[in-house]
Protein backbone atom coordinates (compact mmCIF):
# COMPACT_ATOMS: atom_id res chain seq x y z
CA UNK A 1 0.00 0.00 0.00
CA UNK A 2 1.60 3.58 -1.08
CA UNK A 3 0.86 5.75 1.75
CA UNK A 4 1.48 10.06 1.18
CA UNK A 5 4.54 9.65 2.98
CA UNK A 6 5.75 7.40 0.68
CA UNK A 7 4.54 9.21 -2.74
CA UNK A 8 6.19 12.35 -1.06
CA UNK A 9 9.27 10.93 -0.09
CA UNK A 10 9.49 9.59 -3.43
CA UNK A 11 8.56 13.01 -5.20
CA UNK A 12 11.41 14.54 -2.77
CA UNK A 13 13.98 11.91 -3.88
CA UNK A 14 13.28 12.76 -7.69
CA UNK A 15 13.47 16.43 -6.38
CA UNK A 16 16.70 16.29 -5.21
CA UNK A 17 18.35 14.00 -8.01
CA UNK A 18 17.11 16.50 -10.44
CA UNK A 19 18.98 19.33 -8.56
CA UNK A 20 21.64 17.97 -8.03
CA UNK A 21 21.94 17.04 -11.81
CA UNK A 22 21.18 20.17 -13.01
CA UNK A 23 23.66 21.51 -10.76
CA UNK A 24 26.52 19.67 -12.27
CA UNK A 25 25.33 20.84 -15.58
CA UNK A 26 25.87 24.47 -14.55
CA UNK A 27 28.83 23.89 -13.03
CA UNK A 28 30.60 22.13 -15.95
CA UNK A 29 29.03 25.25 -18.16
CA UNK A 30 30.87 27.72 -15.44
CA UNK A 31 27.58 29.20 -14.34
CA UNK A 32 28.57 29.70 -10.57
CA UNK A 33 25.53 31.06 -9.34
CA UNK A 34 23.40 28.46 -10.77
CA UNK A 35 25.26 25.74 -9.98
CA UNK A 36 25.98 27.30 -5.90
CA UNK A 37 21.38 27.80 -5.99
CA UNK A 38 20.58 24.61 -7.26
CA UNK A 39 23.31 22.59 -4.81
CA UNK A 40 21.66 24.60 -2.11
CA UNK A 41 18.32 23.26 -3.52
CA UNK A 42 19.13 19.91 -3.24
CA UNK A 43 20.84 20.33 0.40
CA UNK A 44 17.01 21.78 1.22
CA UNK A 45 15.06 19.38 0.28
CA UNK A 46 17.68 16.44 1.51
CA UNK A 47 16.74 18.20 5.12
CA UNK A 48 13.34 18.02 4.30
CA UNK A 49 13.07 14.55 3.23
CA UNK A 50 15.42 13.72 6.75
CA UNK A 51 12.89 15.71 8.28
CA UNK A 52 9.13 14.07 6.97
CA UNK A 53 11.04 10.41 8.17
CA UNK A 54 11.73 11.50 11.44
CA UNK A 55 9.04 14.03 12.44
CA UNK A 56 6.53 12.98 9.73
CA UNK A 57 6.37 16.82 7.72
CA UNK A 58 8.19 18.81 5.45
CA UNK A 59 8.66 22.11 7.09
CA UNK A 60 7.03 25.50 5.47
CA UNK A 61 9.88 27.50 5.32
CA UNK A 62 13.54 27.69 5.36
CA UNK A 63 13.28 29.10 9.09
CA UNK A 64 11.38 26.47 10.35
CA UNK A 65 13.75 23.78 8.60
CA UNK A 66 16.49 25.36 10.26
CA UNK A 67 15.49 25.86 13.63
CA UNK A 68 14.46 22.20 13.78
CA UNK A 69 17.45 20.45 12.50
CA UNK A 70 19.01 23.07 14.65
CA UNK A 71 17.37 22.22 17.79
CA UNK A 72 16.88 18.45 17.35
CA UNK A 73 19.35 17.09 14.45
CA UNK A 74 22.75 19.17 15.20
CA UNK A 75 24.72 16.63 13.29
CA UNK A 76 22.83 17.25 9.99
CA UNK A 77 22.18 21.06 10.54
CA UNK A 78 26.21 21.44 10.61
Known sequence: MVTY???KENDLRENVE???KEGKRALK???YNSAVTLFF???A???DLHLLKKEGFIPSNHTHR???L???YK????
Open 70 to 72: EEK
Open 75 to 78: DVYI
Open 29 to 31: DQS
Open 18 to 20: EFL
Open 66 to 68: FRI
Open 41 to 43: KAI
Open 5 to 7: CNM
Open 45 to 47: VMA
